[in-house]
């Protein structure tokens, strides 16, 4: 699995924590990829067994995608270790602190893709 297979899989694990629908097109943006390798990206997670395309619950135009049980359990198969101890970690931090670190790091994002 390559790294842009890694990062849509975190994309939707993280998005499906916060209870949020993830489109393609949401999936394209941050990955900065195109439309088109979007497409490849999903058409192989979907044969690996690790998405679904599906309609979005609101509308009927639009579709989702969203991750299978196989991809779920696999994830915290390999990274549940890992993000335990991230957990523990932002523990330490109250979320006024969280809330401030995340808008510290969108801050410099915005200023390092300008």
């Not at 975190?10 to 924590?17: G, N, Y």
């Amino acid at each position: 699995m390559n790294g842009s297979d890694l990062a849509a899989l975190r994309m939707l694990i993280v998005r499906e924590q916060r209870g949020e629908w993830v489109s393609p097109h949401e999936i394209a943006k941050h990955l900065a990829i195109s439309t088109a390798s979007t497409t490849k990206l999903l058409d192989r997670l979907t044969e690996r067994g690790h998405i679904e395309r599906r309609p979005h619950p609101a509308d009927r135009r639009a579709r989702i995608v969203v991750l299978t049980d196989r991809a779920r359990s696999e994830f915290y198969r390999h990274l549940g270790h890992r993000m335990t101890k991230m957990r523990d970690v932002m523990d330490g931090y109250s979320d006024e602190e969280l809330r401030s670190i995340a808008r510290f790091l969108d801050d410099m994002e915005d200023a390092l893709i300008e």
